[in-house]
């Protein structure tokens, strides 16, 4: 399954993001961009739109205002090998490219002149209840492997940061962080530390109230690995399992073969 249990002590990094490329000319930069940014080749385009990033050599997290931003820092900052990883999809990218234009198709349309809007909620609850509430409607989608472009605490860091947003992480199958570190971790954080039997009915009480992460699920065909895995995902508390039906076979995806190519 890809995962690894065994994960250095979990240690928070500087938050700071600093290129990993020295360019003395845009170093003195901060926010305002005074030269023109760099062309993208044809594939990126699809994924950038119109919309011309700041510099984004200096900018901390809590500075980053968009999905842009972070697309240009995870370009500078990760091997090209693990960038093109994260940033692509199979042979053409026709489904990739499908996903982003149909999120331009919604629009938010206001309704302030019928409603008072002082007070606005964002807050909702999934699956009718059972699958737990969030403060706003956005969840985190599985996704294999973030200990590629942060070692120490990958898939921990965003189940953190939904944590802090209050909403759900979805850990993937194919995580590099096992399913029991991240619901320690979780817990842990909160100051409920499973002691002993994670099975034991005060453990198990925690886990109802406060971990509230789902888990996604590929039907392997050693049919056994697959429901003991199911049984762990139930013990440590997770409160759905997403089933992945769409994945019989790996795509064909083209940067992963020129992956030593730089
Ligand atoms: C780098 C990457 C890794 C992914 N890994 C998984 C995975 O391990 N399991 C899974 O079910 N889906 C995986 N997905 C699919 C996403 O969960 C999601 O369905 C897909 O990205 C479409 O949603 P989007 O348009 O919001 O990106 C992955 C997607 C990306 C881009």
Redo the contacts with the bound molecule.
Sequence with gaps: MGQSESSPAATEKSTTIESSTTNPKSSTQTKTPSVKAKPYESKDQIIHSSIQPRHTQELKPEDILSIHEYHEIAKRKLPKMVYD??RS?ADDMTT?HD??SSYKKFKLRPRFLLKDVSQVQTKTSLLRGRGGNIDFPIMI????MHRMANFEMGEKATCMASEKMGTIFCL???ATTSLEQICHHVMESKGMKLEGEVTSPENQEKLKHHFKHWY?LYILKDRKFTEDLVRRVETFGYKAL?L?VD?PKLGNRESDHHKFVY
């Design positions: 990883y994260y999809g990739l996903n982003i989608a599985p996704t294999a993937s199958s194919l996604q997403v992945t994945a």
